[in-house]
């Protein structure tokens, strides 16, 4: 359940990448900020209702017939990991909204930062104070910080973003215009989404029939997921490099 609100997410900025890239091409710096806000109002208004469910994942996964032994321990992690989920999306948009302007390193160079102190936090959380799988999600949630600061830091500090990182502006976020971009970033969304969520069913297939399978299922699925993201990456920085094209009217280049 946790994974379908990460997929979630990254498939709704997704869209936002799109939007962002085509008009920092076209020199419409205004509007990719505009852009980011509209993204950020919509995905909080389908993240809300998910995270409602995943506070009643026990429930549902028991209804599905997973054991209960796995549905508690899920639902226990997911609850907890909440307020990770919701740093997660912010940290996303405004990854969208960077890459959207080309500006790959620094992305990738938070994440790095985050990802080497990721052991630490995990001996720190679960190791020394033992708590378990409520550890593993403040790990997460401490790490999902970090990045959210780090990226707004840069975002505020490094001077590439002043014409583009605008201040809030309700007018721009009209319900017309939300739902302009809804109908926008949405179908865009839905296909990234299925493929998560295809993949998502087969674990809770697996976890219909008991622990070892469910191991053995993850295991496979985590070597699947590393190479599903690598071409997902590569796809993202096409979606860059053709929006920023098409925003200038090179049609050919993209």
Not at 63 to 72: F, M, Y
Not at 171 to 183: C, D
Request: aromatic content about 16%; some cysteine.
């Amino acid at each position: 359940c946790n994974s379908w609100v990460i997929a979630l997410i990254v498939s709704i900025n997704q869209g936002l990448n799109v939007l962002v890239s085509y008009a920092f091409g076209a020199k419409e710096y205004r509007l990719c900020g505009i852009y980011l806000q509209r993204s950020i109002c919509v995905l909080l208004l389908f993240l809300v209702p998910f995270l409602f469910i995943l506070w009643f994942s026990e429930d549902i996964m028991l209804i599905l017939g997973i054991s209960p032994s796995l549905a508690r321990g899920a639902a226990y992690y997911t609850r907890t990991a909440i307020p990770a989920l919701t740093l997660n999306s912010f940290f996303d948009a405004l990854k969208a909204f960077i890459v959207g302007q080309k500006h790959f390193q620094p992305v990738i160079v938070i994440q790095l930062i985050t990802f080497s102190l990721h052991l630490f936090w995990a001996w720190l959380f679960i190791g020394h104070f033992k708590f378990g799988i409520e550890g593993a999600a403040f790990c997460r949630f401490v790490e999902e910080l970090m990045n959210l600061i780090l990226i707004v830091c840069y975002i505020k500090f490094s001077g590439k973003f002043e014409h583009t990182f605008v201040k809030f502006m309700p007018k721009a976020l009209k319900r017309k215009h939300l739902w302009q971009q809804t109908k926008f970033s949405v179908p865009m969304a839905a296909v990234t989404y299925l493929e998560f969520f295809y993949f998502e069913f087969m674990s809770i297939l697996a976890g219909t029939f008991g622990t070892t399978e469910v191991i053995a299922h993850v295991s496979i699925a985590q070597i699947s997921t590393m190479n599903y993201m690598l071409f997902t990456g590569i796809s993202i920085a096409l979606m860059t490099h053709i929006g920023n094209a098409l925003g200038e009217q090179r049609i050919r280049k993209a």
